[in-house]
């Protein structure tokens, strides 16, 4: 499978200048970030995907979007993919919110508050990341045609691997999972 960070949101724009959490809800993605999942809706189209899995953040949302015009695809949105919540930006729209900007999305399964109610404990997100592993390993070989459009939280507890906004790597979820994860952009 490909797992994709989202673009450059307005969160990681300002955190990345001042390390310190702008109070962003639910940041849309700059101009750069529609650059960048452009640029990545081109740079995918060749690589057989058949399948697009998304979180329900905006920006993942955002950055989805370009690739499932191109590949002509639905976007299967899920909160299993989502973010650590540790900042502001990690509380997201509510579902209601959602299926007024995103009506051509089946967002019925959605709860209208589905992202944790506190800051969530490195463990939970290590527990979401082994249940998608699982559960896209369990699909035989048609998680190799799917693409995760996610966030570094949970890309970095799914591979132990930290991704920069807008760049994707190949993972392969019948592997173990990795061995230790550092917390630290």
Known sequence: MILLRHGQSEFNLHFTATRRDPGIK????TDLGHAQAEAAA????????ERIIASPYTRALQTAAPVAKRLGLPVTVTPLVGERYAFVCDIGSPATELRFAWPD?????IEEVWWPPIEEPAEQVIARAALFRDEMAALGDAWQR??????WGFILALTGTSVQNGHWIRYDPTQPAPPEIRWKH
């Not at 799917?146 to 966030?151: G, M, N």
């Open 146 to 151: 799917a693409l995760v459009v996610s966030h």
């Open 42 to 49: 081109e740079a995918l189209a060749r690589e057989g995907i």
């Open 26 to 29: 639910d940041p849309k993605l």
């Open 105 to 109: 999305l089946d967002l019925t399964h």
